[in-house]
C-alpha cells in the first residue's frame, strides 16, 4: 500500500515525487501549510512535466493557434476546425513512447486508448486513427520484439474500438535504440454546434465517474514519462495499465449517447494523472471547486489508499458533470453498456478542491495553484557541440555513379523506405466506410458522410533533418505534410504536433527544442495553417543518449469535393509524366548518404517557403480542374524512389515508365537527392499545353520528364542510360524487405 | 520431460477477458462464480534432458518468451513423460 | 422487404451494414439491441455485423452467442428465415451451431486487412444467385481468427451438399495454398448452412458495395439477398 | 472452491499459435522441445457450492462456454480453497 497521511515528508520523498525542494517550498509557501503526503502526490503529477508543460510552455506560445475556421484551439482535450456544413473536425496526436519501450504491446494500445478518449470526450464519433512510430535500428537486437508489439498493440486496440487505422509512418534509427517514440493521433467528427469541454460548471451539479473501475494501475505513469531512463525503469514496470479495448468501445458509444442529452454540462476523461487530473482541469476551466467522496469511486481492488485511487492510470475511466437532479438518467444509461458508474462529488463555489474518503478530509487544496502554479522554466539553451562535426557533407569521397540500378533497390529494400504493407495491413483501415485513400498512398483521404467533401490526413517527421538542423527540419515536417496533402487533393486547415524531445536540463536539448519550435511556427505562420493541438514529450533518453528531436507534425486538410481525390500512382499507358518543383544539388540528411556511404552529415535540403506554397498550390489546382491523373510526393529517397513507388504502388496494375532527364547537377543528386518542394505527376497527353501555361502563370518550375509505359523503369540523363530495371523485380524487393527485418 | 506451464497476469493488473468472462457467467446465472482470472497454458515435450535442465531451461523460456514479466506471472511443473 | 442488423456491444461493421441496406439500397432496416427481446416474426432478413462483439475474449463469438436476441436469431434461422453472417457475425454463427466448424486464429498469428479475390462456387444460393458461377470476387477481409476449420467429415458433407459458397482464390480464379490468406481449411471464406438460409462469410461485402469506391463486387451478394426474398424488384 | 481449468486443441486441429511458438523456440536454440501444446487457462473462485455441486457446474460452464467443443478439449480440477 502507498501513500499514507502519517508517512513524514522528507526532502528525498519530494525528490522521489519529480519536485525540487525549490518547487515544493514554493508550494508550501503559497499554501501557508505543510502539504499531507496524498497532497504531495498530487503536485508531483500535476506538476510534472507531462501536465505542466513547464519546460515548454514559454516556447510553445511562438506557434500560431489561430484562424477563422479554428473553433478550439490548444487546452482543451483536443483542437476543433470548422469544415463547413454544419460539421467540425476534433483531432490530436499523443505520444506514449516510454510505457511502449516497457510493455509495447500494452503501452502502445493504451496510447490508441487515451488519444480515442481525448476525441470522444469532446462529443466528437472517432473516425480515424494513424500513429508516428520510431524504432532503433532493424538490426538492433530489441527492435523486432517492439515492433511486433506496438504494432500489434495499436491493430487490437484500433481494431476492436472500430476506428479505422488509416495511415502513419515508421523509421528505424539507431538514435532510439534506447527509447521507441510511439505518437498516436486520432480524428473525430462533430456538429461544429455541439462541442463538448471539460468544464465543471454549475454550483450544485453531481459529478460522476464512469467506465471501468479503478486499480492500482500505473500509479506515477505521468511522472514516469517525465523523467529519463535509468537501469532502475525496470523497477518501475509494473505500472505499466493493461488496457481493454472492449470496455473503450463501450465508453464511446455510452459517451455519444449521453452527449445528444441537453444535461451534460462537461467531462473529460482520465487520462495521465487520472481522477486527479480531470478533477482539478474540470474545476480549473469552469473557475469552480469540486467535493469528492472517494469511497464512491467504483473500485476494483480493495483497500486502496486516497493516494492510489487518486493517482491511478487505470484506462477507460470518464468524469462527466451533469444538470442537478438527471443523476438517475446518467447511471440508467452507464448500466445500459454495462460500464460501472457512481456519483462521486458535486461542483462547488469556492475554488477549491476538497477530498473526503468516507467523510474524513485527506486533500483541501485551491485549484488553481495546482493546475496553473508550476513556474514556466525558462531553460538555459546552447547549440550543441555535434553540429560543428556534421554539418557539410565531405563529397571528394563520393564519387558519381555512372549506374543507378544498385543504389535505387539498395534504397527500396532500405527500413525506412521498403513498403509499409506489413504494418499498416495489420490494422483494419476500412471499417465504418469512410476511408477512400487507404493507406498505401500519400495521405489518407476519408469521405464525410453527409456532404460531398473529404478529409486528408498526414503525419511527418524527417528526425535526420531535425538533427541536422532542428530549425529547418521542422519546417520541412510542415512542409513535407502539406505536401503530401496537396498531393491527395486537399488543402491544410489545422495541424497537431507531438514534440519528442530528450532531457530539457540539457541546454543542448533545449536548443533543439527551441530551434524546432520556431521552425514549426514560422512554416505554419507562412502555410497559414494554425496549430490546434498537441503534446510534448521530454526525458526521451536513456543513459544520457538524446534521440533526434523529433517534432512529429499532422496535417488535417479539407478536400471540398471528395471527387479530387488523387493517388500517387500511374494509371495509364502513354500519360506523360511531369516534375513540378525544382532540383539542387543536395545530399545532407538523405537516405542515399545513409544507406549507401552510412553517414549523417551535411545540411538538410533547402527549403524556399514561398515555392513551397506555389508548388502546393499549383498542384491543387491542376487537380481541382481534372487535369491530373496522379500526384506523388517527393520526399525519402529523392525523385528516383518517387518514380519508382508511382510505377509499383497500383494496387492491381503495376506500370513501367521512361524518364529522359537533362540536368547539370551530379546524377546522384538529381536522383537521390532529396530536394524540397517536388511533386510528380501523371497527365493525360492532351492536357500537356493547360497544365504548362498553368505553372508558368503560377511561376512555378515545370518539366515534362517522361512517359508511363512498359515493364521496366528506364531512366536516361543527358542522353545517357543511368537506371534500366524491371519493374516486378523492383516491386519484390520493395514489398518484401519490411517482414525480413521485423517479421 | 514434460512441463506444464501456467501464465497469470500479475496480482492488481487488469484482466480484461476475465471480467468479460465473469460478466457473462453471471448473466448465465452462474453466480456462485466470484472470481476468475484467465490465462495462459502451455505444454512442452522435452527430449533428452534431466529434470533438473529441463528446469533451467524452461524457467528460460518463460522469462524470454511465453511471459511478458512486466505484467504476466508464470509458474510451471516438470514431470516425467507418462 | 424488411432488414435488421443485430447489434452486439463490441459490433463495430453494424453502421456499415446497415448503411448499405438503407442508404444503398434503401430497404426497410432496423437497429436490433442485443438486450432486446424483440419480435422478429416481422423480419425477412438478419445481419449479423462484424466486429469484436463482448471484446472477442475467450473465442471471437462464444459469448455473444448467449445474448438473449440470439435466442431469437436462433428460432428465426430455424424456421427458414434469412440470417447473413459476416466475419465476427459468421463467428456467432458457429458458436451457436447454426453453422457447422470453427473458425480460429489465422495461421499468419496477424491481424489481416486488405481486399482478397474469392472464387463463388455455389451460385445457386441465395446468398450468390445474382453471382456467375466459378466468377471471381475482389472483398475485403479484416480479421484475426478467421481460419475456417472443419473435419474431414464435415469437410465432406460441406462439399456434397454444395454449401461451400466462396473460395479464397487468386485474381484468375485459381483456389490454392498460395491464395489463402488465413489457412482456412480447403480456401473456405463462406458457407451455407444445409437448407441454405444461413450464410456465414469472412470477407466484408458491405465494404465494397457503396458507389463512393470504384469495387462494388459486395453489391452482388446484397442483390442476390434481395433478388431470392422479393423477386423482381432490383429489375 | 476453486476449479483450475485447462482448455487445449483438440488433435487433429491445428494449433497455430503453438506453431508458432515452437518455431520461435528452435530459432532460439531450444531444440529439445520436440512437441508444444497452446490452451487456455482458468482459475474460477466458486462460493457456497460443495465439491460435488462445483464439478457438475464447471462442465456445464465449460460445455457451453469455456471450451468450443469442435475443436477443443477440457480438463479441470476442483480443490477447496487454502
Ligand atoms: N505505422 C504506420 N501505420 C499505418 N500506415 C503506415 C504506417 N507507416 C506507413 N504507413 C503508410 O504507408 C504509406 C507510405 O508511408 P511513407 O513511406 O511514410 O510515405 P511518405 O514518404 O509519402 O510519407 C502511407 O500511406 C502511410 O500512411
Ligand atoms: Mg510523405
Known sequence: MIGSNSIAITPDIVRQHGLTLEEFGRIEDL????????????????????????????????????????????????????????????????????????????????????????????????????????????????????????????????????????????????????????????????????????????????????????????????????????????????????????????????????????????????????????????????????????????????????????????????????????????????????????????????????????????????????????????????????????????????????????????????????????????????????TLGLPGSDAAVLRVKGSKKALALSVDCNSRYCYLDPFRGAQIAVAECARNIACSGGEPIGLTNCLNFGNPENPEIMWQFEQAVSGMGEACKFFDIPVVSGNVSLYNETLGEAIYPTPTVAVVGLLEDRSYHTTQWFKEDGDLIGLIGLTMEEFGGSEYLKIIYDRVEGKPPRLDLHLAKSVNKLCLELIQQKLLTSAHDCSEGGLAIALAESCMSHPLNPKGATLGLDSTVRNDALLFGESQSRILISLSAKNRLAVEEKAKAMEVPFTVIGNVGGDALVVNVNGKEFIREEISSLKQLWLGALETYVG | MKAKIYITFKDGVLDPQGKAVHHALKDLGYNEVSGIQMGKYLELTMDGVSREEAEIRVTEMCEKLFANTVIESYRFTIEPEE | MKCGVVVFPGSNCDHDCYHILKHVFELDTEWIWHKDDVDLSGFDLIVLPGGYSYGDYLRAGAIAQFSSVMKKVIEFANSGRMVLGICNGFQVLVESGLLPGALIQNHTQKFICKTVSVRVENASTPFSCECLEKSVLNIPIAHHQGSYFIDIDGLNQLIDNEQIVFRYSGCEGEVTGLYNPNGSVDNIAGIVNENKNVMGLMPHPERCADPAWPNLDGQLIFKSMIQSLQPGILL
Open chain 1, 31 to 434: 499554501l501557508g501549510r505543510e502539504l499531507n503526503f496524498t497532497e504531495l502526490g498530487i503536485f508531483s503529477v500535476m506538476w510534472s512535466e507531462h501536465c505542466s508543460y513547464k519546460s515548454s510552455r514559454y516556447y510553445l506560445k511562438k506557434l500560431p493557434t489561430t484562424g477563422p475556421r479554428v473553433l478550439q484551439g490548444p487546452g482543451e482535450n483536443a483542437g476543433v476546425v470548422d469544415i463547413g456544413d454544419g460539421i467540425a473536425a476534433v483531432f490530436k496526436i499523443e505520444s506514449h513512447n516510454h510505457p511502449s519501450f516497457i510493455e509495447p504491446r500494452q503501452g502502445a494500445a493504451t496510447g490508441v486508448g487515451g488519444i480515442l478518449r481525448d476525441i470522444f470526450t469532446m462529443g466528437a464519433r472517432p473516425i480515424a486513427l494513424m500513429n508516428s512510430l520510431r524504432f532503433g535500428a532493424s538490426d538492433h537486437p530489441r527492435t523486432r520484439f517492439l515492433v511486433n508489439g506496438v504494432v500489434e498493440g495499436i491493430s487490437n486496440y484500433g481494431n476492436c474500438t472500430g476506428v479505422p487505422t488509416v495511415g502513419g509512418e515508421i523509421y528505424f534509427d539507431s538514435c532510439y535504440n534506447g527509447n521507441i517514440l510511439v505518437n498516436v493521433f486520432c480524428l473525430g467528427l462533430i456538429p461544429s454546434d455541439k462541442i463538448f469541454l471539460g468544464n465543471a460548471s454549475g454550483v450544485g451539479n453531481p459529478v460522476i465517474y464512469f467506465g471501468s473501475k479503478t486499480g492500482r494501475d500505473g500509479i506515477h505513469g505521468a511522472s514516469m514519462a517525465s523523467s529519463e531512463f535509468d537501469e532502475s525503469s525496470e523497477e518501475k514496470r509494473p505500472t505499466v495499465q493493461v488496457g481493454d479495448p472492449f470496455a473503450e468501445k463501450l465508453l464511446i458509444e455510452a459517451c455519444l449517447e449521453l452527449m445528444k442529452e441537453d444535461w451534460v454540462v462537461g467531462i473529460q476523461d482520465m487520462g495521465a494523472a487520472g481522477l486527479t487530473c480531470s478533477t482539478f482541469e474540470m474545476a480549473g476551466r469552469a473557475g469552480t471547486g469540486i467535493d469528492l467522496e472517494l469511497s464512491k469511486v467504483p473500485m476494483r481492488e480493495a483497500g486502496m489508499t486516497p493516494y492510489e485511487t487518486l493517482l491511478s492510470e487505470s484506462q477507460e475511466r470518464m468524469l462527466v458533470v451533469v444538470r442537478k437532479g438527471m443523476e438517475k438518467e446518467a447511471l440508467a444509461l452507464f448500466d445500459k453498456w454495462d460500464l460501472d458508474s457512481g456519483v462521486v462529488g458535486e461542483v462547488t463555489d469556492k475554488p477549491v478542491v476538497r477530498i473526503f474518503d468516507n467523510g474524513n478530509p485527506v486533500v483541501n487544496l485551491p485549484v488553481e495553484l495546482v493546475v496553473d502554479g508550476a513556474l514556466d522554466l525558462k531553460r538555459p539553451t546552447k547549440k550543441p557541440e555535434y553540429l560543428k562535426e556534421v554539418d557539410h557533407v565531405k563529397l571528394d569521397s563520393i564519387l558519381e555513379p555512372t549506374r543507378g540500378e544498385t543504389i535505387l533497390k539498395d534504397l527500396l529494400a532500405s527500413p525506412n523506405i521498403t513498403n509499409k504493407h506489413w504494418v499498416y495491413e495489420q490494422y483494419d483501415s476500412m471499417v465504418r466506410l469512410n
